[in-house]
């Protein structure tokens, strides 16, 4: 059986028996027929849903960071001092974090493409309020609310890497992932470019604008799959995703990369303004913000760092990762502050490298359940999300007191922890094995899928062989050999069916 049918029988198999086409979303508003769901005909993911995708995230995302440089225009038009506008990009975080934990799960539970529409549909009008409001704290509660429902990435990347066969997963996780990280670079260019010429309302009339564009793709482009897990609730949702965080070996070692990258990632973003805007290069804040435009360079790599980890055990695209990143940080600890080529190369580097740490290590955990991975991201997501707030403070307070080169000198040691971390844990290792090395150090993904798919088949074959032809060691008992139960018997039988099933169709297919 090929991936790519695997990967669509999994998907089918994952949804309830009862929970099949629906012709309608939110039960009145039909569905394109080319888009609702049939078993029998699975939904092709090719490159044009692939980019649409990350469209999607880049201006969903943006809503976060919109905010950020038009803060003096806010005080000046709500009359209210510098400190009481920049509670706004706090609420508007802690607003993102809530909705990372309380509402990006539910695409292990709900329709998603019904979530999707709802929370894009909640966050154009919740805009609308942004960009008409004259009172402070309608726009501070709108932000927090807005941040809230802007997780719309947070679940079509467990989508994409659903839909994607299994031969291109971590290239679908790429460009959604380069969306977003475009998303959070463009969004402070396009608002201060506006701001500098319009009122910062403009700022908000283009955002509803690109969102209504994002909906309305949605509709026209997103295909609707049932439920994943039917059988649960939204709390038994929340308490697995708990138990996911403490129990899942590669779990907790990803969120502890991410953290450690986020936080490397948020301090240079950071810093970098105080390093360009004093000496030796005193730039102004508008020539400082185009260097965004580097670092959207080193992020449109993503679709080729994809490419290249689906051809490697996820392991070893990590491995490398950070082996660039404590590379390229070392331009920026020897030259940052001296020479500013030496800061367009660490931008490039860094952006480029990062991608592909946080790809790889998607692509890794999302091997732990295909039916829990909103759940799984959601987690990875918190990480990467609390790795950022301890970048940007400690970072800034390094820095502050002790200059840029010591905080750079701060990420590059963080760059030695998550070496070490990953060090520590093999890329072969089984499920729950914590720390070691096991099963050889094979990185070709193509030879250990191979491996892996031979062991299956040899398995099922001796489980087949023992049912027709019972060992004596069932027979021996007590004689120091543990006799096989009923249960273990049954376990047999349900491991041969799949095999059976197999072969009978392919007897169909040849016939």
């Known amino acids: 059986m090929s991936s790519e049918a695997t990967k669509k029988s999994s998907l089918v198999s994952h949804s309830d028996s009862t929970d099949t086409q629906s012709t309608t979303d939110f039960g009145f508003i039909p569905i394109p027929r080319h888009l609702r769901y049939d078993p029998a005909t699975p939904f092709h993911f090719g490159i044009p849903l692939n980019i649409a995708f990350g469209f999607a995230s880049t201006f969903i995302v943006a809503n976060l960071y919109y905010c950020q440089p038009l803060l003096i225009q806010l005080s000046l038009s709500f009359n209210v001092s510098y400190s009481e506008v920049s509670r706004i990009p706090t609420l508007i975080q802690a607003g993102y974090a809530t909705g990372l934990v309380l509402i990006s799960p539910l695409g292990d539970l709900l329709r998603r493409r019904q979530l999707i529409l709802c929370i894009v549909i909640i966050s154009t009008c919740l805009t609308i309020g942004l960009a008409v409001t004259n009172s402070l704290v309608v726009f501070e509660t709108l932000s927090f609310l807005v941040g809230v429902v802007t997780v719309t990435p947070q679940i079509l990347i467990p989508l994409a890497a659903d839909l994607a066969p299994e031969k291109r997963r971590a290239s679908a996780i790429a460009v959604v992932l380069s969306g977003l990280l475009f998303g959070i670079l463009i969004a402070r260019v396009l608002a201060g470019v506006i701001a500098e010429f319009r009122s910062w309302r403009v700022v908000y009339y283009f955002a509803i604008g690109v969102q209504t564009l994002v909906l309305v793709g949605c509709y026209l482009m997103l295909p609707d799959y049932p439920s994943k897990n039917t059988g649960l609730t939204y709390w038994n949702i929340l308490w697995t995703m708990g138990k996911f965080a403490v129990t899942e070996p590669i779990l907790i070692q990803a969120c502890l990369i991410n953290m450690g990258s986020s936080a490397c990632f948020s301090n240079f973003w950071v810093t970098l303004t105080f390093l360009l805007g004093g000496p030796p290069y005193n730039y102004s804040t508008l020539l400082i913000g185009l260097f965004g435009l580097v670092g959207m360079a080193g992020v449109a790599m993503g679709p080729v760092v994809g490419h290249a980890i689906d051809r490697l055990v996820p392991w070893y695209a990590s491995l490398f990762s950070i082996l660039m990143l404590l590379l390229f940080q070392t331009v920026q600890v020897v030259g940052g502050g001296i020479n500013v080529a030496a800061v367009v190369i660490a931008i490039l580097g860094l952006d480029v490298f990062r991608q592909m740490l946080q790809v790889s290590l998607t692509t890794a955990i999302f091997g732990i359940s295909t039916s829990a991975r909103a759940r799984i991201n959601a987690v990875s997501i918190l990480s990467i999300f609390i790795g950022q707030?301890?970048?940007?403070?400690?970072?800034?307070?390094?820095?502050?007191?002790?200059?840029?080169?010591?905080?750079?000198?701060?990420?590059?040691?963080?760059?030695?922890?998550?070496?070490?971390?990953?060090?520590?844990?093999?890329?072969?290792?089984?499920?729950?094995?914590?720390?070691?090395?096991?099963?050889?150090?094979?990185?070709?993904?193509?030879?250990?899928?191979?491996?892996?798919?031979?062991?299956?088949?040899?398995?099922?074959?001796?489980?087949?062989?023992?049912?027709?032809?019972?060992?004596?060691?069932?027979?021996?008992?007590?004689?120091?050999?543990?006799?096989?139960?009923?249960?273990?018997?049954?376990?047999?039988?349900?491991?041969?069916?799949?095999?059976?099933?197999?072969?009978?169709?392919?007897?169909?297919?040849?016939?």
């Open 389 to 511: 707030v301890m970048g940007t403070s400690v970072g800034t307070h390094i820095f502050v007191n002790f200059g840029w080169r010591a905080a750079a000198s701060f990420s590059m040691g963080l760059y030695g922890w998550l070496l070490f971390v990953l060090l520590m844990r093999g890329p072969h290792c089984k499920r729950f094995t914590w720390f070691g090395y096991e099963g050889g150090r094979e990185a070709r993904k193509t030879v250990v899928d191979e491996r892996k798919r031979l062991e299956e088949e040899e398995e099922n074959s001796s489980s087949s062989s023992e049912e027709k032809h019972p060992s004596t060691e069932n027979e021996i008992g007590n004689d120091g050999v543990s006799s096989i139960g009923d249960e273990e018997k049954g376990n047999r039988q349900n491991n041969a069916a799949p095999s059976v099933q197999e072969s009978h169709a392919g007897v169909q297919e040849k016939s």
